[in-house]
């Protein structure tokens, strides 16, 4: 199980990075996986496409920043970045599938209302 957990941490990171030099319509699994090092069968056994990558990989960031912090109150920089992986991923992921562009314009409302 920590294997798993370990591995599905380094193929979110590695889309993560991938992402700051793209929008998620362009990059491949082909590059996620030549990125973290893991073969077809293993990423299709933690995930079900990439976008179902992206929702994970911003679940563990979420839940990173947030563990950084003793408390719920985070500074403004870590703020401002957690809105903008989550206004990025919304952007990225609303041209072509509705489900997740709508799961993440509510959460990305959800954190606006509760911090302004």
């Known amino acids: 199980m920590e294997k798993s957990v370990s591995t599905k941490q380094k193929v979110c990171q590695s889309l993560l990075e991938l992402l700051k030099t793209r929008n998620i319509h362009k990059i491949t699994v082909r590059e996620i996986l030549a990125k973290s090092g893991i073969s077809r069968s293993q990423f299709y056994r933690l ?46 992921t609303s041209l072509c599938h509705n489900e997740y562009s709508e799961l993440f314009y509510i959460y990305y409302n959800m954190i606006l209302n509760l911090f302004y």
Do not use: C, G, H, M
Not at 61 to 75: G, Q
């Open 47 to 92: 995930f079900k496409d990439k976008y179902d990558l992206l929702n994970q990989a911003i679940s563990l960031e979420v839940d990173r920043i947030f563990l950084e912090n003793d408390s719920i109150s985070i500074t403004p920089d870590k703020l401002t970045a957690l809105l903008q992986v989550t206004k990025d991923a919304y952007w990225s």
